[in-house]
């Protein structure tokens, strides 16, 4: 039998609670209210006291007092998610007991959007053959949703003979989206200044019947550009000659 089970009717109270404090962010603790403590569910919802305490009878102001578990967050589906569910006060959670001990976990029961807000979230894939080996950011690929930051991305790793890293970020709090690798090149486009910015540490390739650019034109170095080339661009009415 599993060393998880739901509580029995004998032990402290069923298994379900409610979320008492908003979840601290980056950690995967929290405080629950076991549900059997509460009048109803609605009563607790309609608290305006976040203290981690709650009177039995919110109606008639009963002095009895009930107390919160403190649990630690059980992956129940095994998605592989590095973080936990950013749950907030008034959440339907489940709860489980590590048996013989006063070890509690606890689990998502469904997604509340309307109490959920803003979520924090961290998908990794491993990519490691290594038995036992920690799924960290060096040897996984991951995805990653931060609203309160306001940026989202993905991010691979190279530890399996990659020849490099990849990293495609969207700041959509600044309007800006970058893609890079590890060995330097980048690709930034900036939608709130109307800019493209592109690093390469070898050759930029455009390859199409027609190139048009329109707009001043700048060019800061000419490397073996023969007449023909500026010509067909367009570039030598208002630009000196490359070298012959």
Known sequence: MSKFDFFKENSLTNSFGIVAEHKILGSNKIKVFPIESL??????????????????NNITGSSKVEYTLEADWLDLHGRGSGSSPDVRRGELVLIWKVKDSNEYMWSTYKYQADLRGKETKVDMIGNTDVFGETLTDKNSHFTYN??????????????????????????YGKGIFTLKDSNGNSFKHDGKNGTLEATYNNTITLNAPNIILNGNTFITKVLKVTKEIFDKLGLLTNHTHPPR
């Open 39 to 56: 009048s109803s569910y609605n009563d607790y919802l309609n608290k305006s006291d976040k203290s981690t305490k709650t009177s039995k």
């Open 146 to 171: 931060n609203p309160l930051k306001k940026v989202m991305g993905l991010k691979t790793a190279n530890n399996d003979g990659e020849p490099v890293k990849f990293e495609f970020e969207i700041d």
